[in-house]
C-alpha cells in the first residue's frame, strides 16, 4: 500500500482523487493517510470484507469523469494517469480502456496478455483485460451497475476471482472496450513462487472462473479447452516432478469444473 501511496504521488497529471475503501480490523492505515491525505484528495471509507463490496462502496462516492481500480499491492508509473486520460480523448473514443499487467522484471503478471492491441471480446477478455488495469467513464460505470458482490477475494464464498472479467462482459452488451498492450501496470507475479497458500487459492481462484464461464454461456467447446489447460499441466508438471505446480495446476482445475457446474 506504501508503495502504492508513493508512485501515485509522482504522476505528472493531478486532477484525481482517491478513494481508499479499509476492510481491516482496527486502523493500521492511518499513518499512511496522514502522511498523504494532504498531498491528493484522498477518501477514506470502510465497507464489509469483499472486493466487490469495497469497490461498490468507492463507486457510488466517486465525483471524476473516469474510474479505475487500481489494487493495494500495484503500481502506477508516473505517466500512467495522463496517458488513461489521453486515450479517451482520441477520436473515436473508447468507453472503455484496458491494458497489460506486467511485475518489476517487465514480464507479463497475473496472466498471459495479448501482445496485440484491439477491441476486446467475449472470447479475448480472458487475455486483455484484468481489474486494476482498467479505465472507464463514470457514466458507462453507472450503467453498468455494480459489481457482483458473490465474486470476488473476500466475498464469504467459493468464487474468489473473476469479478472484473463479469464487470466487462456485461459493458461489452453496450459498451465499446479497448485493450493497449503498451498501457502498462505493475504488480507482482503471484506465480513466481507457488506458496502452500497460493495452491490452497488455486481451488477457489478456479471456482471463480468457471462461475464466470457458465454465468455468461460460454459454448462447450470453450468450457472443454480451459479444463483441458490446467489438466494439462497437472500431468506436465507431476511428469518432471514438479509436484506443487502440478498440484497447483490440479486444484485449478478442480475448481474451474465446479465453478462451470
Same mark, same amino acid.
Given at each position: 500500500?506504501?508503495?502504492?501511496?508513493?508512485?501515485?504521488?509522482?504522476?505528472?497529471?493531478?486532477?484525481?482523487?482517491?478513494?481508499?475503501?479499509?476492510?481491516?480490523?482496527?486502523?493500521?492505515?492511518?499513518?499512511?493517510?496522514?502522511?498523504?491525505?494532504?498531498?491528493?484528495?484522498?477518501?477514506?471509507?470502510?465497507?464489509? +470484507?469483499?472486493?466487490?463490496?469495497?469497490?461498490?462502496?468507492?463507486?457510488?462516492?466517486?465525483?471524476?469523469?473516469?474510474?479505475?481500480?487500481?489494487?493495494?499491492?500495484?503500481?502506477?508509473?508516473?505517466?500512467?494517469?495522463?496517458?488513461?486520460?489521453?486515450?479517451?480523448?482520441?477520436?473515436?473514443?473508447?468507453?472503455?480502456?484496458? %491494458?497489460?499487467?506486467?511485475?518489476?522484471? %517487465?514480464?507479463?503478471?497475473?496472466?498471459?496478455?495479448?501482445?496485440?492491441?484491439?477491441?476486446?471480446?467475449?472470447?479475448?477478455?480472458?487475455?486483455?483485460?484484468?481489474?486494476?488495469?482498467?479505465?472507464?467513464?463514470?457514466?458507462?460505470?453507472?450503467?453498468?451497475?455494480?459489481?457482483?458482490?458473490?465474486?470476488?477475494?473476500?466475498?464469504?464464498?467459493?468464487?474468489?476471482?473473476?469479478?472484473?472479467?463479469?464487470?466487462?462482459?456485461?459493458?461489452?452488451?453496450?459498451?465499446?472496450?479497448?485493450?493497449?498492450?503498451?498501457?502498462?501496470?505493475?504488480?507482482?507475479?503471484?506465480?513466481?513462487?507457488?506458496?502452500?497458500?497460493?495452491?490452497?487459492?488455486?481451488?477457489?481462484?478456479?471456482?471463480?472462473? %468457471?462461475?464466470?464461464?457458465?454465468?455468461?454461456?460460454?459454448?462447450?467447446?470453450?468450457? /472443454? +479447452?480451459?479444463?483441458?489447460?490446467?489438466?494439462?499441466?497437472?500431468?506436465?508438471? %507431476?511428469?518432471?516432478?514438479?509436484?506443487?505446480?502440478?498440484?497447483?495446476?490440479?486444484?485449478?482445475?478442480?475448481?474451474? /469444473?465446479?465453478?462451470?457446474?
Amino acid at each position: 500500500m506504501e508503495r502504492f501511496l508513493e508512485k501515485l504521488d509522482l504522476q505528472t497529471y493531478r486532477n484525481f482523487e482517491l478513494i481508499l475503501v479499509d476492510q481491516n480490523d482496527g486502523d493500521p492505515l492511518r499513518p499512511l493517510i496522514e502522511k498523504y491525505k494532504n498531498r491528493f484528495p484522498l477518501l477514506h471509507l470502510r465497507s464489509e +470484507r469483499g472486493l466487490s463490496r469495497a469497490r461498490n462502496v468507492g463507486m457510488r462516492r466517486a465525483t471524476g469523469d473516469l474510474v479505475a481500480f487500481p489494487d493495494d499491492d500495484c503500481w502506477y508509473a508516473p505517466g500512467v494517469l495522463e496517458q488513461a486520460v489521453g486515450y479517451f480523448r482520441r477520436e473515436p473514443a473508447p468507453d472503455v480502456v484496458t %491494458g497489460r499487467s506486467v511485475d518489476e522484471r %517487465g514480464e507479463d503478471a497475473a496472466g498471459s496478455f495479448d501482445p496485440e492491441e484491439g477491441y476486446v471480446d467475449k472470447m479475448n477478455v480472458w487475455n486483455r483485460a484484468i481489474s486494476f488495469t482498467i479505465f472507464l467513464k463514470k457514466e458507462v460505470a453507472d450503467d453498468i451497475g455494480d459489481f457482483d458482490e458473490e465474486i470476488g477475494v473476500g466475498a464469504g464464498s467459493i468464487y474468489l476471482s473473476g469479478e472484473e472479467t463479469d464487470y466487462v462482459l456485461r459493458a461489452l452488451k453496450r459498451f465499446k472496450v479497448y485493450y493497449y498492450p503498451e498501457f502498462i501496470v505493475y504488480h507482482a507475479n503471484p506465480l513466481r513462487q507457488i506458496t502452500p497458500q497460493i495452491i490452497a487459492r488455486a481451488y477457489k481462484y478456479g471456482c471463480g472462473f %468457471g462461475r464466470v464461464v457458465s454465468k455468461h454461456d460460454y459454448p462447450i467447446a470453450f468450457k /472443454l +479447452r480451459m479444463l483441458a489447460r490446467p489438466l494439462a499441466g497437472t500431468m506436465v508438471y %507431476g511428469t518432471v516432478g514438479q509436484f506443487s505446480r502440478s498440484k497447483y495446476y490440479w486444484n485449478s482445475f478442480r475448481g474451474r /469444473l465446479r465453478g462451470m457446474l
